[in-house]
């Protein structure tokens, strides 16, 4: 199967550049896996599309403020963008401009209660940085670091929350899980009043999220690793919805991720926690999730990819198509599926 069999043609404009100040106010496309049916609905109506029994599997993490401007002893700027925690206060980072960037270089941010030094060079550039501050790491992020946007939206977030899911606690993506971006509280308190259960999950989302796949070949496609954490409450609770016959409805491409990636590690699901990079494209038999709650996605991405895999290449497509029709909003900050 080739990257191309996953292109369709996006005008520039319906790149969504800002959140809307309603969470739940989204456009939704409903979608039937089995027939490709589709039915143009508001957010909201993902409630009546859930039924009592079911279990809402939800990702939370909650994204760092992950880029850093800083200087160098010269006083030239740099900036950073903190990709992965390899251990402690050890993180992989892209560094710009990076070609001056050499192991045993140093830097400081703000007023100098945030310095670093690069160890060593790490794999497409990157750099193995070390941070050195007094206090908690995340609060100083707080204070000096701001939200890594996609480099697909151009516009200025001016409410930082906006790019946090409202459910979000666990630090550690350098990207949100744009798909529970939807939910507020109220719909999720008539949710759970609906008698459907909800279970937290965590994976920390990286930036291989915005990498195309450059090969022609999708199995030459090699993603990269993101960690996660599944505990035995979540197991609890999905492994009840499914013994009663109810459906574990995943949301967004990251609870897919991580539930298929903890199944396959054992005969049954188990709390576990490690890193995946688990590929999920046509072609694979999926061990948990029965629905997905999910944004648009970019042509050619492992993203459209996966979700093919739970409904049909040429019914997502098919969908795509009609989105773009009726000038749905894509991306991080745009409406979102349902595909049930």
Same mark, same amino acid.
């Given at each position: 199967m080739k990257t191309s069999d996953f292109y369709f043609d996006l005008p520039e404009d319906l790149i969504a550049q800002t959140p809307l100040k309603d969470r739940a106010a989204s456009r939704l496309l409903f979608m039937d896996k089995e027939t490709g049916a589709l039915r143009h609905e508001t957010f909201r109506d993902v409630l009546h599309h859930l039924q009592p029994g079911d279990c809402l599997v939800i990702n939370d993490t909650r994204v760092l403020p992950a880029r850093l401007f800083g200087r160098r002893r010269s006083g030239a700027a740099v900036e950073f963008l903190l990709l992965k925690r390899v251990e402690g206060d050890l993180w992989q980072t892209l560094v710009k401009p990076g070609k001056k960037a050499r192991p045993g270089d140093t830097f400081e941010f703000g007023d100098g209660s945030l310095s670093a030094v690069i160890e060593d060079l790490s794999e497409e550039g990157t750099r193995l940085v070390r941070f050195n501050y007094d206090g908690i790491f995340e609060e100083v992020l707080d204070r000096l670091g701001t939200m890594p946007l996609p480099p697909y939206i151009r516009e200025t977030l001016e409410d930082a929350e906006r790019y946090q899911t409202v459910y979000s606690n666990k630090y550690g993506s350098a990207a949100a899980p744009t798909a529970g971006?939807?939910? $507020?509280? $109220? &719909? &999720?308190?008539?949710?759970?009043?609906?008698?459907?259960?909800?279970?937290?999950?965590? &994976?920390?989302?990286? &930036?291989?999220t915005f990498r195309p796949v450059k090969s022609e070949s999708i199995h030459d496609h090699v993603m990269h690793a993101e960690y996660f954490e599944i505990s035995e409450d979540a197991v609890r609770k999905i492994k009840q919805a499914k013994s009663a016959g109810n459906r574990v409805i995943a949301v967004g491409t990251t609870s897919v991720r991580t539930l298929e990636s903890a199944a396959g590690r054992h005969e049954t699901l188990q709390a576990c926690s490690g890193w995946t990079d688990i590929f999920i494209y046509p072609g694979y038999t999926f061990k948990v999730v029965d629905g997905l709650i999910t944004n648009f996605h970019l042509p050619e991405s492992t993203l459209i990819m996966l979700v093919s895999a739970l409904a049909g290449r040429e019914h997502v497509l098919s969908a795509y198509r009609e989105a773009v029709k009726e000038r749905y909003r894509f991306f991080s900050f745009g409406d979102a599926m349902l595909i049930l």
């Open positions: 971006l939807h939910f $507020d509280e $109220d &719909l &999720l308190g008539a949710i759970e009043e609906k008698g459907v259960t909800i279970a937290r999950i965590t &994976l920390h989302v990286g &930036l291989g």
